[in-house]
């Protein structure tokens, strides 16, 4: 299960910002520009965490955030305010309409990442098993097995496994494969996944992982 962000910013080239990098984090991410528009999202979507600036048109983030705090259903949604607004004044103020934390612009991405991840260990969600045709993963126990027996994985085999199965029939590019399992910050050669691919056939069987040269791979189901 993965963790839903909204961020809510008017300025588009900070949402889009944000938001490439938080995708690439693994994270579900939607986007609004206004306050308004978020709370409507965030009802929709029940978000784990909402990332909120607080000067906006139609609703500013302060009056968001009063907002998402008096609804029952968004009770456990953690919302952390994004401004450049750095003033202890303007702290004080977010902590006292619900803000679980504050962040000042410019954003420092890597700050951010890790900020994110603090917050959302205290919402973590109960990793589910993931089930696709003859296989089983479960995450919390770190087991896989394929056709009801265990196959011991290293640890990016068992995330690249999981990572297909969470998904059977969609075809999953290079890009993302690379993003969610190794990183942006690590640099890995070409064949890398293909290495890993080739173990992961042998252990699960040849027919079970498509190949479509040069785009990506894709789980059959």
């Known amino acids: 299960m993965k963790h839903r962000i909204l961020l809510v910013d008017d300025e588009i080239d900070i949402l889009e910002f944000v938001r ?9 991410v939607y ?9 409507r999202l965030a009802a929709e979507c029940r978000p784990h965490l909402i990332l909120l ?3 906006m048109p139609v609703m500013d983030g302060a009056q968001t955030c009063r907002a998402i705090r008096e ?19 303007q702290q004080l103020a977010g902590f006292g309409v619900g803000a679980d934390d504050y962040l000042t612009k410019p954003i420092k991405m890597k700050l951010l990442v890790s900020r994110v991840q603090a917050i959302l260990k205290r ?9 696709a045709p003859g296989i089983a993963i479960d995450p919390e126990s770190h087991t896989a097995t394929c ?15 999981e990572l297909l199965c969470s998904s059977p029939g969609r075809l999953i590019p290079r890009e993302e494969i690379y993003a969610k399992i190794w990183g942006s910050e690590v640099v890995v050669g070409d064949r890398t ?7 992961l056939r042998q252990k699960i069987g040849e027919g079970r992982i498509t190949t479509v040269k040069g785009v990506g791979y894709r789980y059959e189901a």
């Not at 990098?21 to 994270?27: A, P, S, T, V």
């Not at 609804?71 to 004044?89: R, Y």
């Not at 919402?123 to 089930?131: L, M």
């Open 31 to 39: 986007t609004a520009e206004n306050g308004a528009e978020a709370l």
């Open 193 to 199: 996944i293909d290495v890993h691919i080739r173990k």
């Open 53 to 55: 600036d607080m000067m």
């Open 20 to 28: 490439y990098n938080l995708l690439r984090e693994g994270y579900e």
């Open 147 to 161: 056709d009801g027996r265990v196959i011991p994985l290293p640890r990016k085999e068992f995330a690249l496994l």
């Open 123 to 131: 919402v973590d969600p109960v990793p589910q098993p993931v089930a």
């Open 71 to 89: 609804n029952p259903e968004l009770k456990d949604t953690m919302v952390v305010f994004l401004s450049a607004l750095g003033e202890e004044e």
